[in-house]
T-cell receptor, first 112, second 116 residues
Framework: QKEVEQNSGPLSVPEGAIASLNCTYS??????FFWYRQYSGKSPELIMF????GDKEDGRFTAQLNKASQYVSLLIRDSQPSDSATYLC????????????FGGGTRLMVKP | EAGVAQSPRYKIIEKRQSVAFWCNPI?????LYWYQQILGQGPKLLIQ????????DSQLPKDRFSAERLKGVDSTLKIQPAKLEDSAVYLC??????????????FGPGTRLLVL
């Protein structure tokens, strides 16, 4: 079993729709959770982090965390073609956010 | 503010050859990371430095990979000898590394290595 699992996709959504990206993790000791966006041929960039159960909103992005179910998700509202990228989920066993374990990523395609 | 710098951007070598990658983190960042990202996979942490000390190198294949950060700033990752399966993008990242705050890792552009 992989430590951090994501559906590789591609997840295809029409422009303006909500994109829902999911991630499960195996280590119950995980403390902090991150979503990175990676455009093709580029390096990852941080979108959001979440530490507590529940929802965290930042603009069009909402991260959701359920530690009991070992599940974290990212919702992208009003999806734009520029959101087309691979989204990487990463978890850490500490609150400092280092020593990240990444999932394989979900490729999102937003069609005009 | 300048980002994380890496060189070279691309490298093609034959198997059993040696190769070295260089990283210059964001100024003032104490923590430096090296990741390996194989095509279609997420980044895998190879080694983490706090200043010039190693925090974690549990996933570094030490029989062929080595890394150093002698003065707590720049870092070099070396592969000797290279294998076909080492073909990947090698990403360097840095963070403030204060240990007291929740930190963001900033990634460099990466070095694409192809081993033939």
């Amino acid at each position: 079993q992989k430590e951090v699992e994501q559906n590789s996709g591609p997840l295809s959504v029409p422009e303006g729709a909500i994109a829902s990206l999911n991630c499960t993790y195996s280590d119950r000791g995980s403390q902090s959770f991150f979503w990175y966006r990676q455009y093709s041929g580029k390096s990852p960039e941080l979108i959001m982090f979440i530490y507590s159960n529940g929802d965290k909103e930042d603009g069009r992005f909402t991260a959701q965390l359920n530690k009991a179910s070992q599940y974290v998700s990212l919702l992208i509202r009003d999806s734009q073609p520029s959101d087309s990228a691979t989204y990487l989920c990463a978890v850490s066993r500490n609150n400092a956010g280092n020593m990240l374990t990444f999932g394989g990523g979900t490729r999102l395609m937003v069609k005009p | 503010e300048a980002g994380v710098a890496q060189s070279p951007r691309y490298k093609i070598i034959e198997k059993r050859q040696s190769v070295a990658f260089w990283c210059n983190p964001i100024s003032g960042h104490a923590t430096l990371y090296w990741y390996q990202q194989i095509l279609g996979q997420g980044p895998k942490l190879l080694i983490q430095f706090q200043n010039n000390g190693v925090v974690d190198d549990s996933q570094l294949p030490k029989d062929r990979f080595s890394a150093e950060r002698l003065k707590g700033v720049d870092s070099t990752l070396k592969i000797q000898p290279a294998k076909l399966e080492d073909s990947a993008v090698y990403l360097c990242a840095s963070s403030l590394g204060s240990g007291w705050s929740r930190e963001t890792q900033y990634f460099g552009p990466g070095t694409r290595l192809l081993v033939l």
